[in-house]
């Protein structure tokens, strides 16, 4: 990737003891692996530098062995140097005080070097723990690593905590979380789907990574997590039906086209609660050859009962999904990496014209906020050349 385009994307480091979950995270985050397939993967053993096409760029640290301050040789200043959030990640599931030391270690070695550092902690594999429990856990974390920092004179560190699993949506919302602190321009964007959202009549929108399925972000109204898991979900059946039909291009992920298309008469054969979703692997154009597309629906919202796949003429991803529950799901490919995705009323969608219309206009907007990001930047560098 480009330096430029490297730069414009938050950075994150995900570290954390052995067998903490941070490969588990990174599969099921990034490379859409089903949390049950993490069982057997292998613990991370090296720094694993992702290279993956998605908004957010992504490095997975490993302790111990990769991270000892005390080496003289470990340049500390170019390791924390360029990121923008460390997330250390916490098994809940297991006795965690080496793990709050690392932490301890960790968050003093790096506010050394870079006080801009945001500090995520990922209280981890909660799915196995009582409600009562987890509450319990987060607060004895908590306050343990608080006082510790305040001990060692930084109690201006700020810190914050997440409960996480990668068997729900919890991992997904606590990286969206922690991403959008890292976007310079989030006010704007927010600003930029009220409007959207205002003079459309659209209830809900998100700007999703696509490869990540993490939103960047969202409108200021509440974020309820069933509009964000039905929305993830669309990415998912878009994706899949792109491999498989190659009618929208979203993505890395949708590189494999079908040659004989079907006339947009897809047949769809419904599965309710109870299966895996990644059932067909589509990654990579897998998917050839299948003439049908399961879509399982686990959501109480309601099931797809009618499926016009509209695609522009381009390669601009574009579909809409219309459900029972009288709900229209609208999604559209903003750039190389991020999708608009929608939530309104079939009533409203009956102007698409004007929804359209607006969504054009907020692509636009969006091109031009990242574009002078651009070019301050080029401003800058020749400034400090000068
Ligand atoms: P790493 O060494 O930090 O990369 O850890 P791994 O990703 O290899 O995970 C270690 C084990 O934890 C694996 O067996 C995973 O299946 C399991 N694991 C990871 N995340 C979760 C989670 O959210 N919940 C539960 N119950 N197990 C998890």
């Known amino acids: 990737l480009a330096d430029e385009d490297r730069e414009s994307r938050p950075r994150l480091m995900l570290m954390g003891l052995r067998r903490s979950g941070k490969s588990s995270i990174q599969r099921v985050v990034f490379h859409k692996m089903s949390p049950t397939e993490t069982l057997f993967l292998e613990s ?38 360029e990121v923008g959030a460390l997330v250390f990640v916490i098994d809940s599931q297991d ?51 608080t006082d510790e920092l305040a001990d060692a004179g930084l109690e201006n560190v ?41 003079n459309s009549g659209i209830e809900k929108a ?6 990540s399925k993490i ?30 039909y190659g009618r929208a291009a979203i993505g890395d992920r949708s590189q494999g086209y079908l040659e004989d298309q079907q006339g947009g008469h897809n047949e769809w054969s419904q599965q309710q609660d109870g299966h895996d979703k990644d059932e067909e692997d589509v990654q990579g154009g897998h998917g050839h050859g299948q003439s049908q597309a399961v ?25 809409v999904i219309k459900m029972g529950n009288g709900t229209v799901l609208y999604l559209r490919e903003v750039n190389k990496y991020l999708a608009l995705i929608c939530l309104l009323r079939a009533e409203t969608f009956e102007k698409q014209g ?11 907007a969006m091109d031009q906020v990242f574009e002078l990001k651009r070019a301050e930047r080029t401003r800058r560098e020749m400034e400090a050349h000068q």
């Open 215 to 244: 939103y960047i972000a969202t409108d200021s109204s509440p974020v309820d997590s069933q509009s964000y898991e039905i929305c993830s979900d669309m990415i998912d059946v878009i994706i899949d039906i792109s491999s498989i």
């Open 354 to 364: 004007l929804i359209d219309y607006n969504v054009h206009c907020f692509k636009e």
């Open 95 to 145: 006795d965690y005080m080496e793990a709050l030391a690392r932490l301890h270690s960790t968050v003093v070695a790096a506010y050394r070097v870079n006080p801009n550092i945001s500090f995520e902690v990922f209280i981890h594999k909660v799915d196995g723990l009582s409600e009562d429990y987890k509450i319990d856990t987060q607060r004895d974390i908590q306050q343990t690593t």
């Open 158 to 198: 700020q810190l914050a905590f997440y409960l996480t699993s990668i068997y729900d949506h919890s991992i997904f919302e606590a990286f969206s979380k922690v991403i959008q602190k890292l976007i310079p321009q989030l006010p704007t964007l927010e600003n930029l789907l009220n409007i959207l959202c205002a």
């Open 44 to 81: 991370t053993s090296k720094i694993n530098k992702d290279n993956i096409h998605s908004f957010i760029d992504f490095q997975v640290w490993d302790f111990p062995g990769q991270m000892d301050f005390f080496d003289p040789t470990f340049d500390t200043t170019a390791i924390f140097g």
């Open 295 to 319: 879509v399982s629906s686990n959501s109480q919202t309601g099931s797809v009962n009618e499926y016009p796949v509209q695609t522009g003429s381009s390669h601009e991803a574009f579909s």
């Open 206 to 211: 998100f700007l999703f990574d696509v490869i």
